[in-house]
């Protein structure tokens, strides 16, 4: 096939094409029968032309460059998640799965386990590491600090974030938000020289996992994130300092092309927010953990779950994702074959 192969066909407007689609509808309704919205709101046409561009998509980049010269086009760390009972055996279970693949790890902590033990022979500078608190969050900052200053861990062998915000910890166990926000700050300062380790999260994915659509997700997750630039200004951490020291955290749903949308436009947002601000910020600046969502999966149909994780983790991908987490349905009940389901696979 060459170039010219195209060039007899003539230009057709949008109007033309809508037309000759009215024909081929044969009486139906054109708006009733192609026309339908996504998450109640947005209007999606059934195809779309040059013409509904009002103007230049500027191209935004979403990651850094590789910081080593020929190093792999693949911008994401695939994450599994631990629930561990017994510490040794949780280390041979995290050594395991890092040896298949994984290049990240997501360890679910009540802070009396022995982190020591569970991270045993992990080197900590070449995967991401993420916490997630079952507990108190004070037990867990302790934990880590605790593993820190015993190994002399430098802010250079530490990636990853602790998934855990002021107000998600206040939604999930009722807590005292002032008293949070007094962790938050502690935590900052505390974890400011690991500029690769985020000690607070912004949690978009708690919506996600309660019903809200991608709409509400965005504008209740950037409405959190107001009120704790309000919160932290007074214990005088700065605009600057907060998003320097927070990872954002998305889960996504079934519908392909929206979540990546959602996912692009959280990015942007969250920078127009910083500029409002006075902050200059780049979106590639911002540390996307992004995960399949709870919502959108069947304990009656389990194996088609796998299915409907597969294309969200695509929509994970394609939408900017740093870390994919792929989650089990069932959490720490959750099968073999679901817990390793990122690692069965190569990435594309």
Request: proline share 5%; hydrophobic share 45%; glycine share 6%.
């Amino acid at each position: 096939m060459t170039k010219e192969s195209f060039n007899n066909f003539l230009d057709v407007t949008k109007e033309e094409w809508v037309e000759q689609v009215k024909k081929d509808l044969k009486g139906k309704d054109f708006e009733q029968t192609l026309i339908h919205k996504v998450w109640n709101d947005v209007e999606v046409l059934p195809f779309y032309c040059s013409e509904d561009i009002s103007k230049p998509i500027p191209s935004i980049r979403f990651h850094e460059e590789a910081k080593l010269p020929g190093f792999s086009p693949r911008i994401w760390n695939n994450a599994v998640s631990f629930y561990p009972t017994d510490d040794k055996g949780c280390n041979q279970e995290i050594l395991s799965v890092l040896q298949q693949g994984a290049d990240a790890i997501i360890i679910h902590l009540r802070g009396t386990e022995n982190l020591h033990e569970i991270l045993k022979g992990v080197m900590t500078e070449f995967i991401h590491l993420y916490f997630v608190p079952l507990s108190s969050p004070r037990m867990l900052f302790n934990q880590i600090m605790d593993w820190i200053e015993s190994l002399h861990v430098k802010p250079g062998m530490l990636q990853g974030a602790i998934l855990w915000s002021p107000t998600s910890d206040l939604m999930k166990r009722n807590g005292d938000f002032q008293e949070n926000i007094k962790l938050g700050a502690e935590m900052i300062g505390k974890l400011s020289a690991f500029r690769d380790f985020y000690p607070m999260t912004l949690n978009f994915s708690m919506y996600e996992d309660s019903g809200a659509n991608g709409i509400q997700q965005s504008f209740l997750g950037l409405a959190e994130m107001v009120e704790m630039l309000d919160a932290f200004i007074k214990e005088a951490v700065s605009t600057a300092m907060l998003f320097d020291n927070m990872a954002v955290y998305c889960s996504v749903g079934e519908l392909f092309f929206p979540e990546i949308a959602k996912l692009k436009a959280i990015r942007i947002l969250l920078q127009e927010l910083a500029f409002n601000l006075g902050q200059e910020i780049s979106p590639a600046s911002l540390h996307f953990i992004i995960s399949s969502s709870t919502w959108s999966k069947s304990l009656m149909d389990q194996n088609s779950n796998l299915i409907r994780q597969t294309y969200e983790a695509m929509s994970a991908i394609f939408g900017g994702a740093d870390t994919l987490w792929v989650r089990p349905a069932l959490g720490e009940k959750a099968s073999e074959l679901e817990k390793e389901w990122p690692e069965m696979f190569p990435p594309f």
